[in-house]
């Protein structure tokens, strides 16, 4: 069974600055997609960015980029200028490549941005 | 554009009492449909998930029950709740969009049971 690990609970940015979230996860699989989901104090679970295993480029959306290490097993998200309504939480995921496959959540970690 | 709704957005019930959650999607058909809770500062839990009308799969054994009467429709239900039952209900769906099944949220429904 797949696991991801965000090992860092807590995170605590300045405005304006980038920061850097980890993730690691453990599989046997070879293609699969990893996701960054944000949930900000509503609650609601915004999907930020996704990454397909097979594709050695690293995806960004905007502000925010992954660093994509297939090898190591580890995607970590950077958000570059930080923004105050970039706090939340901030949940990576792991999924198979199955049409019915599940969403395999890590523990998450809380980003605050200080003004 | 595809949109996905939950009601109610919050809930306040006591111990023993039914509970009927429901969540519907727009814009898409045949969508895959999943039911997470989460309780307080804690990571998500997968309860049910639906890969069609009828097929329900149950991720945790528990007082609690899901159905697809239709197939964009998914509802969450339980004959009388326990107080461990409070937490935060998140609905989702998936379907084919860019080569991914990647799940999209709706808005959650926060659930006190007293």
């Known amino acids: 069974a797949q696991t991801v690990t965000q090992s860092q609970p807590e995170m605590s940015v300045q405005e304006a600055e980038t920061v850097t979230l980890s993730c690691t996860y453990d599989t046997s699989e070879s293609d699969y997609y990893l996701f960054w989901y944000k949930q900000p104090p509503s609650r609601q679970m915004i999907l930020v960015i996704r990454?397909?295993?097979?594709?050695?480029q690293n995806a960004t959306e905007n502000r925010f980029s992954v660093n994509f290490q297939k090898a190591a097993k580890s995607f970590s998200l950077k958000i570059s200028d930080s923004q105050l309504g970039d706090a939340a939480m901030y949940f990576c995921a792991y999924r198979s490549t199955g049409a019915n496959s599940k969403l395999t959540f890590g523990k998450g970690i809380t980003l605050s941005v200080r003004p | 554009s595809q949109t996905i709704h939950q009601w109610p957005a919050t809930l306040v019930q006591p111990v023993g009492s039914p509970l009927s959650l429901e969540c519907t999607v727009e814009?898409?058909?045949?969508?895959?449909l999943y039911w997470y809770r989460q309780a307080a500062g804690r990571g998500l839990q997968l309860l049910f998930y639906s890969v069609g009308i009828g097929q329900i799969s149950s991720e945790v054994p528990q007082n609690l029950s899901a159905s697809r009467p239709q197939d964009r429709q998914f509802i969450l239900s339980s004959k009388k709740l326990l107080l461990s039952d409070s937490g935060f209900y998140l609905c989702a769906w998936a379907g084919l969009r860019l080569g991914s099944y990647e799940q999209y949220f709706g808005p959650g429904t926060r659930l006190t049971v007293t």
């Open positions: 814009g898409t058909s045949n969508p895959n």
């Open positions: 990454q397909e295993a097979y594709k050695q």
